[in-house]
């Protein structure tokens, strides 16, 4: 009879061990008592207008929708030239935090790492392409926004130039500035789109010097890639138009501003703390468009040119739908060569690793 008992004992606890053992990060649910620690890594400032700040809009959200099942931990301007996300993330582990988001394409490399490592926190990384069982990429399609937002920039200009202040030669930002070149063509074939590269996501005064180049140029429209709203505060102090990114920053600058391409992560980062917290989390790459709402183009202002708003309804409509692509061809290169054969969509997987500039852009590709 005590052989039998020690043999139960022995069967119940190998069992427990198997269950303990098959769960995995996204498998784990948050008991009644228990808070999630979230954390969120940012490569730059929340309290100024742009892309970071748009984050934070985003995870506001998800806190107010979760309440007191979550509690958050936020570092700002974590720079993702170093290794410096290392420490921060490895802190933000030793303090609890079982998901993790960042939002920099440059932190990629080491979140990927440290997923590795660490096989029961979850991570969420913005605008790259690397993924693991506990690791997912996510972005939107936010080139389907950039190209409405040409649209407006092409029927607007007067010189036909318009300027675009890019932050670094990666394909997310290159995908942008082809997006934004084909919307202005669209309506103004004679239009061009100057490049000038800062090397930079956050640097409000040498960003805003770029701008001022470019408008030196002759440029009446200011677009941009950046996180800061420097190159738009130098289109209206020269009496000229921009198109922001990010966040709707017409209160900022009324008298220049047309619209922006603008994000909406408030949902995307509710719905994933949720599936956290009830251990159903997979490791699930997203890219979503405007048919998701996770981007949209901000509402165009009094400055926008008359018929734009028509315009801009017509292919919202068709690019929700699916009627139209944006990278569908025929699509030229710089040099007027046929890059996307005509009825051909270029595949996510080329629009991930985009290297090249359509017809219309005048500037090249430094090394990144």
């Not at 389907?144 to 920039?153: E, F, K, M, N």
Request: hydrophobic share 35%.
């Amino acid at each position: 009879m005590r052989k039998r008992w020690i043999i139960c004992l022995l069967a119940a606890t190998l069992c427990l061990a198997l269950v303990m053992t098959g769960c995995d990060a996204g498998q784990k649910k948050t008991t009644g008592q228990e808070k999630l620690k979230v954390g969120f890594i940012y490569i730059g400032t929340a309290n100024e207008p742009g892309y970071t700040y748009a984050h934070e809009l985003g995870r506001k959200y998800a806190e107010e929708k979760l309440g007191d099942k979550v509690e958050f931990v936020v570092q700002e301007n974590v720079s993702d030239t170093d290794d410096s996300i290392v420490s921060v993330m490895q802190s933000m582990i030793d303090q609890g935090c079982k998901v993790i988001f960042a939002n920099s394409y440059g932190y990629m490399d080491y979140m990927y790492d440290m997923a590795q490592e660490y096989p029961d926190v979850i991570f969420l990384h913005c605008s790259g392409s690397k993924s693991r069982e506990n690791m997912l990429n996510y972005f939107g399609r936010i080139y389907q926004a950039r190209y409405l937002s040409g649209i407006v920039a092409g029927m607007k200009t007067e010189t036909n130039k318009i300027g675009y202040v890019a932050a670094h030669p990666i394909p997310e930002v290159i995908r942008g500035i082809n997006a934004f070149t084909l919307g202005v063509r669209s309506v103004n074939p004679n239009a061009t789109v100057e490049v000038v590269w800062t090397s930079t996501w956050y640097d409000p005064s040498l960003e805003k010097a770029a701008a001022i180049s470019l408008l030196d140029k002759g440029c009446d429209v200011i677009a941009q890639h950046q996180d800061t709203t420097g190159p738009q505060i130098a289109a209206q102090e020269r009496g000229k138009w921009c198109v922001g990114y990010n966040c709707d920053t017409a209160d900022i600058v009324p008298e220049a501003f047309l619209t922006a391409p603008v994000w909406n992560w408030g949902p995307y980062y509710t719905e994933q703390i949720q599936k956290a917290l009830d251990g159903t989390w997979k490791s699930e790459n997203y890219w979503g468009g405007m048919e998701d709402g996770v981007v949209k183009l901000a509402p165009l202002t009094k400055n926008a040119p008359a018929g734009a708003q028509e315009k801009v309804d017509e292919m919202s409509k068709k690019i929700i739908s699916g009627e139209f692509k944006v990278f569908e061809g025929p699509i030229k290169d710089q040099s007027g060569n046929i890059r996307v054969p005509e009825g051909t969509v270029m595949t996510d997987e080329e629009l991930l690793s985009f290297n090249w500039f359509v017809e219309g852009v005048i500037g090249t590709l430094p090394e990144s």
